[in-house]
């Protein structure tokens, strides 16, 4: 997709997040952006890790600080504002209960496979 999406998904996978994918939500009217990339991790330590990680990275590598983080004070749903994409960190148990890949079913999706 673009260089953003790109660099978020390195960073998950970097930091060992599981299930990456990517929801295409350019063709919805009203869709708050481009697109979701949800993951998920085990602990709440990994979460915050996972959304550090995506921070450096892209500031490092694009020059983009991201617009606003929710949920660090918990670590077990982290959403990252990239404008156009929203990042979705989970812990585990939680990305089934909130299920937004069945929320956007409709949107193309994209899964990443990365090596453990």
Known sequence: ?????????????????????????????GAICSAFVICNADSTTQVAAIADGVEEKVLEKLGEKVRRV?????????VMDYTDIMVHIFQTDLRGFYDLEQLWADAPMKKYEYEE
Not at 21 to 29: A, K, N, P, T, V
Not at 70 to 78: K, R, Y
């Open 70 to 78: 929710e949920g660090l004070n918990n670590s077990v749903w982290v």
């Open 1 to 29: 997709m673009n260089e953003l999406l790109e660099t978020i998904v390195t960073a998950i996978a970097d930091k060992k997040g599981k299930n990456i994918i990517s929801l295409d939500l350019s063709g919805f009217d």
